[in-house]
Each structure stands twice: as C-alpha cells, then as structure tokens.
T-cell receptor, first 117, second 111 residues
C-alpha cells in the first residue's frame, strides 16, 4: 500500500517550452502533496507544499510563476515547469501525506528526470 | 532552527563489514525520524522509521536504527554490508507536516 507514481519518469524538452509532471497517489487519498527538487549528489530541497483545492505554498526562493502547482483532487498533483531553461534541469520528486495520517509520514514517488536542452 | 545533520558525506566499507551511519537532529521536541535509501536515478525507499516506543527500530534489508534522546541521534546500523547496499542514505525528521532532510551519506562498498 501507499504507492505514489510520477509521470513521466524522464522528459527532455527544448528551452522555452513547458513541461508538466504528474504525481498520483495510487491507493490512498492525500490532502497534502509535496514537490522536491534534487540536484546531482545533493539532498532533496522542498519546493512547495500542495493542498487539495487550494493554492500551493512555495518555499522561499522558489518562483511561483515558473513552477506552477495544481492539486485538483485528493490523488493528483501536477507540477508545470513553464518556459523551461537548462538550469531547470534536475530530478523532481513528489511525495504525499495520506488523509488522516497522524505521523506526517510522506510516501515518495520514483522521481522525474527533466533535461532541458 | 530545526536541522538534521549527517556528519559523514562519504563512507567506504568492505563487503561483510559492519556499518553505522550517523544522524543528529536539532528540534524543539522529539520529531518523527526516518531513514531512506536512494540508488542512482531512483526515488527514495523507506528503510525504517521511529515514532515512539522501543528506541531500537528494525527495518528492511537487515538495517536497524537506535533513537537516543540524550544524544539527539538516530544512527543507522547494519551488521554485515552487502555490495548492493552501495547507495545514498538520507536521514529525515518530521514534527509538523514538513520533512527536514539531512545532506545524505554516500556509501561505497568494496568487494
């Protein structure tokens, strides 16, 4: 149980285009989902917290207009990287906190490798 | 400020040797604590977690961790390392809804 999927697993795009990454909780509902970014050989950096039906909360230094987050249902959150540039190339990981969870345990997706040419 | 520290960036051990990865936390109260493993290009896999109760926690793949409140530590151990354990290991703490991750420890296993 508690499986989180991400799609796509890898994406290559041209500079200036937009890319959408989906994060789904497959066997549970998640009020809260999180988006992380991971640079090579570094730890995970929280980008934003997404709550179903409301606006995402972005961490300091994360551009809201570049990284659009939508959490339209209790099982789906999307991250859209708008007007992507090579510096946006990274590994993006989402996680989900199940409804009713009392320990704030997050379940992580397998990650999406974004390469911007 | 809340923080999680993994003092060792890299650790190299021989296959069959014992392993201990260190994790220290700074928190207002006792947080929930987690250890994750990440292979190259992969997501995070939960090894074990501590919420309360018994301070020695057993996890998957033969790993265990001991919570020591007096030392604000949650060190990960394995009695005999296998070559397949080579990966990046992350300690994380959660007290509210956000995770605080350590910087990670990269484990290399020598044959």
């Amino acid at each position: 149980g508690a499986v989180v999927s991400q799609h796509p697993s890898r994406v290559i795009c041209k500079s200036g285009t937009s890319v959408k990454i989906e994060c789904r909780s497959l066997d549970f509902q998640a009020t809260t989902m999180f988006w992380y970014r991971q640079f090579p050989k570094q730890s995970l950096m929280l980008m934003a917290t997404s709550n179903e039906g409301s606006k995402a909360t972005y961490e300091q230094g994360v551009e809201k207009d570049k990284f659009l987050i939508n959490h339209a249902s209790l099982t789906l959150s999307t991250l859209t990287v708008t007007s992507a540039h090579p510096e946006d190339s990274s590994f993006y990981i989402c996680s989900a906190d199940p409804v009713g969870s009392i320990y704030n345990e997050q379940f992580f997706g397998p990650g999406t490798r974004l390469t911007v040419l | 400020a809340q923080s999680v520290t993994q003092p060792d960036i890299h650790i190299t051990v021989s296959e069959g040797a014992s392993l201990e990865l260190r994790c220290n936390y700074s928190y207002g109260a006792t947080p929930y604590l987690f250890w994750y493993v990440q292979s190259p290009g992969q997501g995070l896999q939960l090894l074990l977690k501590y919420f309360s109760g018994d301070t020695l926690v057993q996890g998957i793949k033969g790993f265990e961790a001991e919570f020591k409140r007096s030392q604000s530590s949650f060190n990960l151990r394995k009695p005999s390392v296998h070559w397949s354990d080579a990966a990046e290991y992350f300690c994380a703490a959660s007290g509210t809804y956000k995770y605080i991750f350590g910087t990670g420890t990269r484990l290399k296993v020598l044959a």
